[in-house]
C-alpha cells in the first residue's frame, strides 16, 4: 500500500529565516505531488504541482519554491520567510491519469508553521 | 464568487441523526466529485468520490451528484461523535492538468452524544 510522510509535523520559525519542508511517497512509482497551504479555518490552497522529476508547476507567486529532486520526493523552500507564510502546509500525491480515469489525490498529515 | 462554495457551519447535531452536507459549483465542466473528511490538526481522508450524476452509497455515508443544478451532497447517517470533523468537497475537471481538484471551504460538523 501506498503512504505519505510529511515532516516536520510542527515548525516554528523567526521571520526571514529559510524553509525546507520535505515530503515523500512510499509504494508507488512516478506519482503526481503537490504542495498546499490551509488558513485556519479555510479550503485549502494549491501552491505547486509536479508530474514529474524537475517539472514543478506554481499556482500561487509567492516567496515559495519548489523542487523534485527524486520520484517520490518533495519540498517546499523559502530563502526568506515572511509572517504571512504562517499556516498548515500539506503535501499529497495521486497516481498520474489521463483521459476519463479519476485518480483522486491522497494527503500527509501537514506541517503546521508558525512564523515569529 | 469562488468557484466552489461550502457553508463553513459549525453544523451541529445530536448523535444518531443524519448529517447532510452540501456543495455548489460554478463550472459545469467540472466530472469528478470527492468528499474529504479532515480531523483537527491532520491531513485531509478520502471518504468517497463519484464520476458525473448520480448516488453512491459506502456504508452509513451516501454522495449524491445533481450536475443539472451544479450541487452535490454527503449525507451521513446514525452519525456518531467520531464524525465530528471538517468535510471539504472536491472536483475536477475532465482533463485536469496535473489532475488538480479545485475545494470548497469546508464545513464543520459537531456531533454531539
Known amino acids: 500500500s501506498q503512504t505519505i510522510h510529511q515532516w516536520p509535523a510542527t515548525l516554528v520559525q523567526p521571520v526571514g529565516s529559510p524553509l525546507s519542508l520535505e515530503c515523500t511517497v512510499e509504494?508507488?512509482?512516478?506519482?503526481?505531488l503537490y504542495w498546499y497551504r490551509q488558513a485556519a479555518g479555510r479550503g485549502l490552497q494549491l501552491l505547486f504541482y509536479s508530474i514529474g522529476i524537475g517539472q514543478i508547476s506554481s499556482e500561487v507567486p509567492q516567496n515559495l519554491s519548489a523542487s523534485r529532486p527524486q520520484d517520490r520526493q518533495f519540498i517546499l523552500s523559502s530563502k526568506k520567510l515572511l509572517l504571512s507564510d504562517s499556516g498548515f502546509y500539506l503535501c499529497a500525491w495521486s497516481v498520474q491519469s489521463f483521459g476519463t480515469s479519476n485518480q483522486p489525490q491522497h494527503f500527509g498529515d501537514g506541517t503546521r508553521l508558525s512564523i515569529l | 464568487q469562488k468557484e466552489v462554495e461550502q457553508d463553513p457551519g459549525p453544523l451541529s447535531v445530536p448523535e444518531g441523526a443524519i448529517v447532510s452536507l452540501n456543495c455548489t459549483y460554478s463550472n459545469s465542466a467540472f466530472q469528478y466529485f470527492m468528499w474529504y473528511r479532515q480531523y483537527s490538526r491532520k491531513g485531509p481522508e478520502l471518504l468517497m468520490y463519484?464520476?458525473?450524476?448520480g448516488n453512491k452509497e459506502d456504508g452509513r455515508f451516501t454522495a449524491q451528484v445533481d450536475k443539472s443544478s451544479k450541487y452535490i451532497s454527503l449525507f451521513i447517517r446514525d452519525s456518531q461523535p467520531s464524525d465530528s470533523a471538517t468535510y471539504l468537497c472536491?472536483?475536477?475537471?475532465?482533463?485536469?492538468?496535473?489532475?488538480?481538484?479545485?475545494f470548497g471551504g469546508g464545513t464543520r460538523v459537531l456531533v454531539k452524544p
Open positions: 509504494g508507488t512509482s512516478n506519482p503526481n
Open positions: 472536491a472536483m475536477r475537471l475532465i482533463k485536469a492538468a496535473g489532475n488538480k481538484l479545485t
Open positions: 463519484t464520476y458525473s450524476s
